[in-house]
């Protein structure tokens, strides 16, 4: 069925986690249970359209590594006929806890959502449980993607909603023993016009810092901020007696990248935080035009990031186990004279450029395709590419604020993650060109003053479906 659709696959990806076949979106219900992590994600295992939402599943013992399981959850209830929503995971006494949004469609046309849970004992079968509360009568029925957190004694749990003057905002509930939920209200003050629905809401507890990551929908474009359909972004602040205490209404995007979404985080034995979000190309024509479609499967997810905050800032880094990819790394240090364009055996690759100070400026392009420049003067760092439906170069941009020293870029056939100055900033994109090519070319020679490491990784292959 899918070779007689002209299946190549060459844009496949082969270290960031797709969906075996069919469409992926949201990663949801992330935890670290009986020794393994998990990864669910909404997954349409019929088509490429955003249709049937299942729960996905992966495991994997090392993040790197993965082995796919039966879907956790099908829409089959009257409380999720039309798909079981984004939603999160919690353990709790050794069973684990999925709390999800029922999507129905009633008779007249219109939406309902359910907030819904279904508990397992070995992580891999489910028993749905059904709608855990009624939602209050202020919000509409854009009500969503549950996530559960644990403080002291208490669980919470904040939602994603919309009032009934369609603006987006969250809500917050507690519950003495994860089963009884009450509502305690709107989870903060700050930003009380800032679109008209927020998705996928997250509190990340860190040892410094309690982060409130969102996904507001119906921000305008600010000069370089905002320019993605829907956004990602933070709020650092505190938590307390159930309300976040934002320490200024800044709400920074999360990644400046053309493709990331609806991250979600969780931690893990170690006690690390680590997010994946979801690489999903979104105006609708942009995503009918994407050509994996040929080849019966849609998007991935993004590789998994170890988060901290250092100096007001959330920092986001590659966990240290994507080393493990590593197959043979070459230090080109050595040749920094004479390189203008470099030429690799896998289209799979991790980059390393570190500089001493910052060089002036640069332009570098990536198999013909991504163009990456900086700017001294103005610590503007941009990425272009070719738009894949209109054909025309497209840019997103940041003003960074320490000068750059250090980027890190993980491309593979379709996909590519740039990471600057250890995180501070990073960027997120797919692109599709004809022009199969393993090449990076520079532009000019400027990059190559201060240049102190500059390395090659080439990365294994490690999720082959085909
Ligand atoms: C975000 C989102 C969520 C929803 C899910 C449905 O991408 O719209 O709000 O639960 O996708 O697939």
Redesign the pocket.
Same mark, same amino acid.
Do not use: I, L, V
């Given at each position: 069925m899918l070779e007689e659709q002209g299946k190549d696959d060459k844009y496949s990806v082969h270290y960031h986690l797709r969906a075996p076949h069919g469409l992926i979106?949201?990663p949801n219900g992330l935890v670290y249970f009986n020794k393994q992590y998990h990864v669910f994600f909404?997954w349409n295992p019929e088509g490429t359209t955003?249709e049937n939402?299942t729960w996905g599943h992966a495991v994997s013992d090392d993040l790197i590594e993965w082995d796919y399981l039966e879907p956790a959850l099908k829409p089959t209830d009257w409380f999720d006929k039309n798909?079981c929503? @984004?939603g999160s995971a919690f353990e709790k006494d050794g069973k684990l806890y999925l709390f999800y949004?029922g999507?129905v469609r009633n008779a007249e046309g219109g939406r309902e959502s359910y907030q819904c849970l279904a508990v397992s004992e070995d992580g891999v079968h489910f028993e749905k449980k059904g709608p855990l509360f009624e939602h209050p009568k202020m919000y509409t029925a854009h009500l969503?993607?549950p996530k559960i957190w644990k403080e002291d004694e208490t669980y919470w749990m904040v939602l994603?909603a919309q009032t009934e003057d369609l603006k987006g905002t969250a809500l917050v509930y507690r519950s003495p023993d994860i089963l009884n939920w009450t509502f305690e209200g709107e989870f903060m003050d700050a930003l009380p016009d800032f679109g008209y629905m927020w998705?996928?809401p997250d509190v990340l507890k860190l040892e410094n810092k309690d982060v409130f990551v969102f @996904?507001p929908q119906g921000i305008e474009p600010e000069g370089v901020m905002y320019q993605n359909i829907f956004q990602t972004g933070y709020v650092l602040g505190q938590f307390q007696d159930g309300k976040f205490h934002s320490d200024n209404e800044d709400f920074v995007e999360m990644d400046r990248g053309f493709e990331f979404?609806?991250p979600q985080s969780f931690k893990d034995d170690k006690g690390r935080t680590i997010v994946f979000g979801?690489m999903?190309a979104m105006p609708p024509e942009e995503e009918a035009a994407v050509p994996t479609i040929k080849d019966g499967w849609i998007h991935h997810l993004s590789l998994p990031r170890e988060v901290k905050v250092q100096n007001n800032r959330l920092i986001q880094q590659p966990v240290d186990e994507l080393k493990l990819l590593r197959l043979q790394s070459s230090d080109i240090l050595g040749y920094i004279s004479q390189i203008e364009k470099v030429r690799f055996n896998t289209p799979e690759q991790e980059i390393e450029c570190v500089w001493k100070e910052e060089p002036a400026s640069f332009a570098w392009t990536l198999r013909n395709e991504v163009a990456v420049s900086y700017e001294a003067a103005e610590k503007q760092l941009t990425v272009e590419r070719t738009n894949w439906l209109t054909s025309k170069r497209e840019t997103r941009s940041v003003y960074l604020d320490a000068p750059l020293t250090a980027l890190r870029v993980f491309l593979e056939d379709s996909s590519m993650e740039l990471y600057v100055n250890g995180g501070r900033e990073v960027f997120s994109l797919r692109y599709f060109n004809e022009q199969r090519t393993d090449l990076w070319e520079w532009q000019n020679d400027n990059w190559k003053e201060h240049v102190s490491q500059l390395t090659v990784h080439e990365l294994k292959k490690t999720v082959i479906l085909n």
């Open positions: 979106n949201d909404q955003h939402k798909g929503y @984004s949004t999507n969503r993607d994603g998705e996928c @996904s979404y609806a979801w999903g």
